[in-house]
């Protein structure tokens, strides 16, 4: 079976188990999907739901956050890890997305990045979930763990992974392959101890005998 046919074959397998692959990020507008998304690296999404809960309705626009005192923002974002740099990251896009974009925040990958704290897989998030552009496919852990374990790429690195990635994805799927890759990683695919006895892609898994 050749890449494009087994990733396919991934996808239709995992769509069966998995039938709502998006975003387990709370939002209702694309800022707040920036913020949760930065909010997200290295903390798990329900703790940032939590904390996203009190935050969208104390900040209800893009303008609150660039305006807010630095001090009363890291506050409420003070039980999310390494909440000084994202509170800074958060509140440097926002006061950018006022100045340069009318408050709206853009849609493209080139200008998404151009964002304090925003790199490409943030991006594709927002891109792919915000606006339902498929321009990249986003890489976070599960997605590396898997996409290697699957054999699907030999790079360790995310911008590689991804390039790997899109090249046998059909485009349509780009966001939902991460989705998909994402809960299985979080359900059977665990890092320290794969399930492989429940795992849908036991049989064509390279790493089944790992």
Not at 34 to 61: C, G, P
Not at 182 to 203: M, N, S, T, W
């Amino acid at each position: 079976m050749n890449s494009k046919k087994r990733i396919s074959e991934i996808i239709k397998r995992l769509k069966k188990e998995y039938p709502k692959p998006k975003t387990a990020l709370n939002f209702k507008l694309p800022f707040e999907l920036l913020v949760a998304t930065i909010l997200s690296a290295q903390t798990t999404d329900a703790h940032v739901n939590k904390v996203t809960d009190s935050l969208f309705k104390k900040y209800t626009s893009v303008k609150d956050y660039a305006v807010a005192s630095p001090e009363a923002f890291q506050k409420d974002v003070n039980s999310i890890n390494f909440y000084k740099t994202k509170a800074k990251h958060i509140q440097g896009a926002a006061k950018m997305i006022v100045e340069e974009y009318k408050s709206t925040v853009p849609n493209t990958m080139d200008e998404l990045t151009r964002l304090p704290g925003v790199a490409r897989k943030t991006a594709n998030i927002i891109l792919s979930n915000a606006y339902g552009i498929h321009e990249g496919i986003a890489v976070d852990t599960h997605v590396k763990r898997l996409a290697y374990k699957l054999g699907l790429t030999k790079h360790e690195d995310p911008v590689k992974i991804e390039k790997d990635l899109m090249a046998i994805a059909p485009k349509n799927e780009w966001g939902t392959l991460s989705h998909l890759l994402i809960f299985h990683g979080r359900k059977i695919c665990l890092a320290k101890k794969p399930k492989h006895e429940a795992c849908v892609l036991y049989d064509i898994c390279p790493s089944k005998d790992i």
